[in-house]
């Protein structure tokens, strides 16, 4: 962040008073441009007790496979931020069942929210940033290729929670991992 | 958004290419500059049965009750924000005890997150952005005096839940009201 977004003048980095952070703050119009952790919603969605999953068409992590998630757009919730996205990877219309899983991811100042659900017909299919999209019976899933930690988080805790059939919402934290 | 924090030339609004929103687009340096949802993290802090509030030393709703919550920043998780908020505004040190409340803000582009928290030894005190710091007892919560509509909900549900002794995550959306 080098220039103010209101006036286009160029920001300092300092720490405003009675803040404790360094903030970008502008001089010329005196705002401070904060930042703060964004949102990716998605969902886990089950057919006839298999996982739909997508294997991505772009970067970062092109062909691993991951669960339909995606940022969540200001004017939305993150319900309907779940089910939209799920609608744009997997074609797939769902009925969410309930939040699940709250991870914390801090070293890219994410949180990641997936929530349990069933698709409304078991009709999909591969929308512009998946390659494939296909279901996965529970003993079967591309454990070797997922994309993302969190997506193997909420996954690995779904198939454990399946068996108890009671779904806590869980909230972890992830590390960084090494490479990445 | 009037100006590329990255470059500082004039920003102009379109749907980029494989987008179906608006966004704030750079031609300039190519840039796109997405909006999105801040999280906002807070505490139900109990002492002996009681409730800590705060009376706001700030705009908006300055005199009104709220529970201790304030911006999730970088680098933090949602728990540590909302210990490090009621620390800040109470004064007060809290064990975490368990998410209990996701509130969909969508008019204002914010999801409140409330945690119920225990008070470690009972010390707390009014911080900078508090008038006043009190515990109230249950029976005598200043309804009608809180500051924002998911205080006041989760409060609410906090007290219900209180009589079963189990506390679901919750997870609803706030309507506009009037006036607001
Ligand atoms: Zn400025
Ligand atoms: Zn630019």
Not at 139 to 145: C, H, I, Q, Y
Request: hydrophobic fraction near 35%; proline fraction near 6%; glycine fraction near 8%.
């Amino acid at each position: 962040m080098n220039y103010c977004s209101h006036c286009g003048q160029p920001l300092i980095s300092r720490i405003p008073e009675g803040d404790n952070r360094h903030r970008f703050v502008c001089d010329h119009c005196d705002r401070i441009h904060y930042q703060n952790p964004r949102i990716v919603a998605g969902t886990i969605p089950v057919w006839e007790g298999r996982i739909l999953m997508c294997r991505r068409a772009i970067q970062p992590r092109h062909g691993y496979w991951t669960l339909p998630a995606g940022f969540m757009e200001n004017g939305e919730t993150t319900v309907e931020a779940a089910r939209r996205e799920t609608l744009e990877e997997a074609l797939a219309g769902v009925r969410i069942e309930g939040l699940y899983t709250i991870m914390h991811v801090t070293h890219i100042d994410q949180v990641h929210m997936f929530f349990r659900a069933s698709l409304l017909d078991g009709e999909f299919g591969a929308g512009e940033e998946s390659l494939e999209v296909r279901l996965f019976a529970p003993d079967d899933l591309p454990w070797d290729e997922m994309a993302f930690p969190t997506v193997q988080e909420s996954l690995s805790h779904f198939i454990e929670d399946s068996k108890k059939e009671a779904f806590p919402v869980r909230v972890t934290d992830i590390q960084r991992r090494l490479g990445q």
